[in-house]
């Protein structure tokens, strides 16, 4: 009884975890391309990357398996690379000199 009870709520969560992680995408998408500043935009991009890692391991708690943790560092390390060639981007204008 009591893990059925366990497996329900942990079913209802998942899901109310999937539709505000997809209601954050969407806004910060919108700031993506509208944002004022290039700023902004990279902010927003990082944001996304790090729902991104969050949508990943919530499908690794609903399949119940270890295997997805990799792809959530995966996602970490290109996601920081990304970042720091964004950033170089914006204060000189390249990426590679």
Do not use: H, W
């Amino acid at each position: 009884m009591l893990e059925e009870f366990g497996s329900q709520l942990l079913s209802v969560v998942i899901i109310v975890c999937y539709i505000t992680l997809a209601i954050s995408i969407l806004l910060l998408v919108i700031r993506a391309f509208k944002g004022p500043s290039n700023a902004d935009r990279a902010v927003a991009i990082d944001t996304i990357g790090v729902n991104m890692m969050a949508l990943t391991g919530l499908v690794s708690i609903q399949l119940v398996t270890d295997k997805l943790n990799d792809v959530v560092l995966l996602i970490g390390i290109l996601l920081f690379i990304g970042t720091i060639a964004i950033a170089k981007f914006i204060e000189k204008g390249v990426i590679i000199d």
